[in-house]
């Protein structure tokens, strides 16, 4: 059961839908998960759709959606294709923090040809020596007369390769003492350069998020090419989070939603004993479990995504809804691999790459035991880190 009191929510949910169907089918996303890349021709396509730039303010050329009808996107992005939910969130984070804190030249220059799905920003922020522990990255720029100059490593930075930039968390200041958030900017690196050597990963899920190393070497970036205030890179961050959050929240709602649909099919169709194997309680009870948690994140992820659109305080909903779709969507998929059997671990079957892709969530974009740590302190717990 959705609970889409909106007529709008509803319409796009719908959209998606039929563009997956007659578009997108499954046999088509399963060879870009096989060739790990999404091509820049379907970027184009969302910009056509008005998804690209979805949440992009409409005076730059994108739909202004809030976070709720993203969040509904999103959901409805990552029923059909994770992988490709997660480096349109990145881009949506991104292109969050230009419209919050770009100048009005690089709001005007670069969110119109992110929206038309034209021009492609990745985020580098996690560091092989650094991924939960972000604030100890070492990658640095520094100005000279003809521009920033960054040198360093980035590891897991999504659809990096095919990125026209990369926006770059790196250190342009030293730490103020134990204040190691002070001192970092977002430094909007040209990706296609020299200097910049990428390296793809070979991963086992969202295969074709195109996940790379990110080698800088003495990379260049214009003098202007500081998104938001220099040094207080990390503080623009933190006011995404939140987003960020919520819409990740709704990708595992969408994989939770696809998960069960897929197998509640299979289970009615599936003969045994001659009957349908959905007819055994045993295949019932844990179908019905996730069921009910399946309504249990989409209320928190809703609840959290109407606090945020509404400017309400959402942080700690935010991050429970995190949490909650995450852990659900492991529990889920694993519930669903059993009533498939055989069947699910079948490259073609769409549960194995579901069930593949969402092992991302517990740990990306931050890990959930960070976010418990973050959910005790609001508890009024000590800091335990
Ligand atoms: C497919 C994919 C796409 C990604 N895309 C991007 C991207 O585009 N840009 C980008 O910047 N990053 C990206 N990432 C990186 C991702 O955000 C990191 O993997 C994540 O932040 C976790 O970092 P880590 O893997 O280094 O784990 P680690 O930091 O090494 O953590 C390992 C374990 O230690 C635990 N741990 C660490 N510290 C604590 C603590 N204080 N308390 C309790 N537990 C703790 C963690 O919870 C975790 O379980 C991507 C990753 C993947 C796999």
Redesign the pocket.
């Known amino acids: 059961m959705n609970f889409d009191p909106i007529p709008e929510h509803q319409m796009l949910r719908d959209s998606v839908r039929q563009f997956f169907a007659r578009e997108l089918p499954e046999r088509k996303i399963r060879e870009m998960d096989r060739a790990r890349k999404i091509p820049r021709a379907l970027w184009k396509r969302m910009g056509e759709l008005g998804w690209a730039g979805l949440s992009v303010p409409v005076e730059y050329g994108g739909s202004g959606a809030d976070v709720m009808l993203a969040a509904v996107f999103v959901e409805e992005l990552s029923r059909q294709f994770p992988s490709m939910a997660?480096d349109w969130l990145?881009i949506s984070m991104t292109a969050r923090i230009l419209r919050e804190a770009g100048t009005q030249a690089q709001k005007e220059t670069l969110l119109p040809k992110l929206a038309a799905g034209e021009w492609l920003m990745?985020?580098?922020?996690?560091e092989p020596a650094?991924?939960?522990?972000?604030l100890g990255l070492t990658t640095r720029a520094t100005l000279e007369a003809d521009g920033w100059t960054i040198s360093g490593q980035?590891?897991?930075?999504?659809f990096a390769d095919d990125a026209d930039a990369i926006l770059v968390l790196c250190r342009t200041e030293p730490a103020e003492g134990t204040k190691r958030a002070r001192g970092l900017s977002l430094v909007l690196t040209p990706r296609q350069q020299p200097a910049v050597a990428v390296r793809r990963l070979e991963?086992m899920?969202?295969r074709a998020?195109c996940?790379c190393e990110v080698f800088f070497d003495q990379a260049k970036a214009p003098a202007d090419a500081v998104v938001g205030q220099r040094g207080r890179g990390w503080y623009h961050l933190l006011a995404s989070l939140d987003e960020e959050r919520i819409l990740c929240a709704a990708m595992y709602v969408g994989i939770t939603s696809a998960a069960l649909d897929q197998t509640l099919q299979y289970a009615m169709d599936r003969q045994a004993f001659g009957r349908s194997i959905g007819a055994f309680q045993a295949v019932q009870h844990p179908l019905a479990e996730s069921a009910t948690e399946l309504e249990q994140i989409r209320l928190l992820t809703a609840k959290a995504a109407w606090l945020q659109s509404n400017k309400r305080e959402c942080t700690t909903e935010a991050a429970m809804a995190k949490l909650a779709a995450t852990e659900t969507a492991i529990r889920a998929t694993d519930r669903c691999m059993r009533v498939l059997a055989g069947y699910g671990l079948v490259e073609e079957s769409p549960l194995e790459r579901l069930f593949r892709d969402c092992r991302?969530g517990p740990?990306?974009?931050?890990?959930?035991?960070?976010v418990m740590?973050f959910i005790s302190e609001r508890l009024g717990l000590p800091r335990?880190?």
């Open positions: 997660t990145l990745s985020f580098g922020m996690t650094g991924g939960t522990d972000v980035k590891l897991f930075t999504s991963l899920g969202m998020a996940t991302l740990f990306s974009p931050i890990s959930n035991e960070m740590n335990s880190y």
